[in-house]
């Protein structure tokens, strides 16, 4: 570029007006001092924090409200829900509290197959870990601690090669560690907290040592699936199971190779459950929907009753008030019986609309507060005391307050929609056949 000038190299002016001439580029290199952006960032304040600013007068509320989102109370309650849907299996955590009157998610983790049995570990010195069970033959374990863990905290047992092996390395080969089938129940041991035993449909039970995460003895007593277990809550050698054989055993674990007694059901055993107001006699219950209270010194039932039309799938026995017994079945029906003196009568029967009802929970921390688990809403709250024929039955104070139902709007939209079919039934009658509706099929929560 050429520039023109006199002999002291001092710049012309523009003789010729322009647009650049507005802007005094000519006398650019003549500007002394700062600029103007620099001025106005001298007097630029920068805070740390925004409480510190004075001209901000909204102050920041948004970390704290999610701390408290995510904070633990005390007095909380955590209930676990493993759920399957079409594409994907996850675990929900739920938060329930009484006092507060709340029941919502707190987080949730994605699972790599379909949960078959949950199980709290007791006493974990690693926070809350909960062991999963699934279609696979391993035994997952999470630190629900961790809001965002991807992969369990440590695993139990081998997963099986999907390759296809000869004819002599079929009856030769068995598994290293653990399960060869998937894992139908679980049950974390009250008085010693690194032994957790597990139900497999490969016809055994395994007991683990979660400190060395190998298994400790295996117990095989059963010809066909074992479905249920369940440690004695006192003695921590004891431990009942049921199976698909109709037949329920009691181990002492110390010698794994023998069986203490035997009892041959009428029917495929669904749970065992030991009676937490007495500590020789247990409930059984089989897919006829028959339930059996035994006694471990006895050889015959204390008394057999015909609970449900269908599999009665999950037991609970209160322990306050005592005596009091609540059943689910696969006949959508949760009922309350009491079996004082052996002598159990009916106290209220309750379809839920859920459903298949696949499980049931009682709350530690309130025995009447039952949680649900079925097809339909996924899982419930029921609390005993707020149903009159319980609370006047057992002498126990009622609770005016439901507890808080995450389906109300699903079982709100459910009734709009029976009541429009209603009508449509009623306008066309011609064109539906015996008055039939097709179902839908849901996929189950388990807890």
Not at 95 to 108: A, L
Not at 187 to 203: G, K, P, V
Not at 211 to 220: N, P
Not at 295 to 304: E, G
Request: aromatic share 6%; hydrophobic share 35%; with cysteine.
């Amino acid at each position: 570029m050429d520039m023109s000038g006199d002999e002291t190299g001092e710049s012309k002016t523009p003789e010729k007006d322009g647009e650049l001439a507005d802007y005094e580029m000519h006398k650019y290199d003549e500007a002394t001092g700062s600029s103007g952006i620099t001025d106005t960032l001298a007097g630029l304040a920068i805070f740390a924090d925004n409480k510190e600013d004075p001209y901000m007068t909204l102050k920041d509320q948004g970390s704290d409200n999610e701390a408290d989102d995510v904070a633990i109370k005390p007095s909380d309650n955590l209930l676990v829900v493993g759920r399957a849907e079409e594409d994907y299996s996850n675990l929900d955590i739920y938060v329930y509290n009484e006092e507060d009157h709340v029941f919502y998610v707190h987080h949730d983790l994605l699972l790599s197959s379909f949960p078959l049995s949950l199980e709290w570990i007791q006493g974990s010195s690693s926070g809350n870990m909960i062991a999963i069970g699934s279609m696979s033959s391993v035994i997952e374990l999470w630190d629900l601690d961790l809001i965002d863990a991807i992969e369990p905290s440590f695993i139990l047992g081998e997963p099986q090669s999907k390759k296809k092996k000869g004819k002599k390395e079929k009856k030769t080969k068995k598994p290293k560690i653990g399960h060869s089938g998937a894992v139908l129940d679980l049950a974390s041991n009250h008085n010693f907290n690194h032994i957790l035993a597990s139900a497999s449909t490969d016809e055994t039970i395994a007991l683990w040592d979660l400190g060395t995460t190998q298994v400790a003895s295996t117990l095989r007593h059963h010809s066909d699936k074992v479905q249920t277990i369940d440690w004695h809550a006192t003695d921590g050698h004891t431990l009942l199971s049921g199976g698909f054989d109709k037949i329920v055993n009691l181990y002492d674990c110390r010698v794994p190779d023998e069986c203490s007694k035997s009892w041959n059901l009428n029917g495929e055993i669904e749970r065992v459950l030991w009676n937490p107001s007495n500590s020789n006699t247990f409930l059984a219950s089989t897919d006829g929907g028959f339930v059996y209270s035994l006694d471990v010194r006895l050889d015959k039932p204390l008394f057999t009753l015909q609970a449900h039309e269908k599999a009665v799938t999950g037991l609970a026995l209160s322990t306050e008030p005592q005596h009091c017994l609540t059943t689910v079945s696969a006949d959508h029906y949760v009922k309350v019986w009491d079996i004082t003196d052996n002598k159990p009568a009916l106290v209220i029967s309750k379809d839920m609309k859920m459903n298949i009802i696949n499980c049931i929970g009682s709350n530690p921390n309130s025995p009447t507060v039952l949680a649900l688990g079925g097809e339909n809403d996924g899982v419930r709250l029921l609390d005993l005391r707020t149903l009159p024929e319980v609370y006047k039955r057992f002498n126990i104070q009622a609770n005016k307050k439901p507890v808080p139902d995450m389906s109300n709007d699903a079982a709100e939209n459910n009734e709009e929609e029976e009541m429009m079919q209603e009508k449509f039934k009623k306008v066309n009658k011609s064109n539906l056949k015996d008055g039939k509706k097709k179902k839908k099929k849901k996929k189950v929560a388990k807890f």
